[in-house]
């Protein structure tokens, strides 16, 4: 089945960097751009970065524009987060997800099950 | 960037009763329009994309409508696994951006 699994989260202090992964599986990874959602606690979702199904292209929030970079290695069906930079602001869960096209419509039609990131001294 | 505005913020309501949730642009984004799902400690669903069509595997009391700045969402008949939280999402421009959410709680 189609499945999201993320890892790397943990606690780091300001200023320092972490990389997230996610593992793919179930479908064709390298058909998909992917996603990076994040959550923080108590508080609704916030989109941060998407990197095109080839890695050609990518976006960011400003919040982590220069500071964030998304990745994959679709050979290794795996998607990455290197933040750098960390603030207390960045603490939170981060998804990966799948976007999914259907017509002319867009969708994150799956999610992981989210990796905890906290940023604090 | 498109901001999107859920309303009301909660929203109380019987088991049973129907529930609309409302969701706003600041600018047009067309049909592209997504609902999710949230329940505590878990990661969100996909109810809707396009604005009205319904993902797979999800009951035909969900309903999603409108297009351009306008978007509602329609539980028919609310059970108790719908309380939750709903957020709606533009996938229209970049940045692809989130309402703030509207908790659907047991009144």
């Known amino acids: 089945q189609v499945q999201l699994v993320e890892s790397g989260g943990g606690v780091v202090q300001p200023g320092r960097s972490l990389r997230l992964s996610c593992a793919a599986s179930?479908?064709?990874?390298?058909?998909?751009?992917m996603h990076w959602v994040r959550q923080a606690p108590g508080k609704g979702l916030e989109w941060v970065a998407v990197i095109w199904y080839d890695g050609s292209n990518n976006y960011y929030a400003d919040s982590v524009k220069g500071r964030f970079t998304i990745s994959r290695d679709n050979s290794k069906n795996t998607l990455y987060l290197q933040m750098n930079s960390l603030r207390v602001e960045d603490t939170a869960v981060y998804y990966c997800?799948?976007?999914?096209?259907?017509?002319?419509?867009?969708?994150?039609?799956?999610w992981g099950q989210g990796t905890l990131v906290t940023v604090s001294s | 960037e498109i901001v999107m505005t859920q309303s009301p913020a909660t929203l109380s309501v019987s088991p049973g009763e129907r529930a609309t949730l409302s969701c706003r642009a600041s600018q047009s984004v067309s049909s592209n329009l997504a609902w999710y799902q949230q329940k505590p400690g878990q990661a969100p669903r996909l109810l809707i994309y396009?604005?009205?069509t319904r993902a797979t595997g999800i009951p035909a009391r969900f309903s999603g409508s409108g297009s351009g700045t306008e978007f509602t969402l329609t539980i028919s008949s609310l059970q108790s696994e719908d309380f939750a939280v709903y957020y709606c999402q533009q996938c229209n421009n970049w940045p692809w951006t989130f309402g703030q959410g509207t908790k659907v709680e047991i009144k």
């Open positions: 179930g479908f064709p990874f390298s058909n998909y751009g």
């Open positions: 396009g604005a009205s």
């Open positions: 997800t799948r976007a999914s096209l259907d017509g002319s419509a867009y969708s994150f039609d799956c």
